[in-house]
């Protein structure tokens, strides 16, 4: 009887771990189509700002954003709660200032590696449509490689990405807490948020224009 008992217990515990290892397997699959659009998305990008000789590579970089980063859906998620109580207008303003600022960060962010590669490593399917590309960027002179990721909503070679990660951090989760600890500030004043925005995207132009 014991020896049966034991037999059972062993038998569940199979199925136990077995179904684990199908959850886990499930969670780390790959996807090829994301990781390659990241590659071409990542070479595009890098390849625009290492052409520092062009007069146009500012517009140019601008027109690579609006045309592969859904800013609309990052910049609602970093307002958080208070876009609940934001008028239409204000929430408008909001975007496209959020819009100038983000394409300021990413210029100001990518131009850092214009000089290296990022090289895509692997990927993992968060849930349908909605994939974490990794890379890393290729540097001999480095003791431990910088891990960039990048979050692609989309399917069939046609992605958008709405948040990037360096380091370990995500930029639209900082970007959030910074925003709601200045909102707080501010009596959630979103038309105030915008204005400061603004300020900051002309700040960090200022500051990659001297380089």
């Known amino acids: 009887m014991d020896r049966f008992l ?3 217990r062993l038998s569940v515990l199979a199925a136990v771990f077995g179904c684990l290892a199908l959850v886990s397997a499930h969670a780390a699959i790959a ?5 390659l659009f990241a590659q071409k998305l990542v070479d595009q990008g890098v390849g625009i700002l290492r052409n520092t000789g062009d007069p146009a590579r500012r517009a140019k970089f601008r027109e690579f954003i609006t045309q592969y980063a859904d800013a609309r859906k990052t910049a609602m998620f970093t307002l ?9 207008t204000d929430l408008e303003a909001f ?6 600022y983000a394409t300021a960060v990413y210029e100001s962010r990518l131009d850092q590696y214009k000089g290296q ?3 895509v490593v692997n990927s993992i399917d968060n849930k ?5 590309v990794n890379t890393v960027v290729v540097d001999p002179n480095a003791r431990e490689p910088l891990r960039v990721a990048f979050r692609l909503l989309g399917g069939g070679g046609s992605y958008r990405f709405v948040d990037v990660q360096v380091a370990g951090i995500w ?3 900082e970007q959030r807490e910074q925003f709601s600890a200045f909102l707080s500030q501010n009596n959630g004043s979103v ?9 900051q995207a002309q700040q960090i132009n200022s500051g990659m224009a001297q380089r």
């Not at 958080?80 to 239409?88: E, I, K, L, Q, V």
């Open 6 to 8: 034991t037999m059972g």
């Open 31 to 35: 996807n090829t189509d994301a990781e």
């Open 80 to 88: 958080g709660n208070y876009r609940r109580t934001a008028s239409d």
């Open 95 to 100: 975007v496209q200032a959020f819009t100038d």
């Open 117 to 119: 590669t990022l090289k």
């Open 128 to 132: 349908p449509g909605d994939v974490t």
């Open 171 to 173: 930029l639209s989760i």
């Open 191 to 199: 038309p105030r948020l915008t204005a400061h925005l603004s300020t």
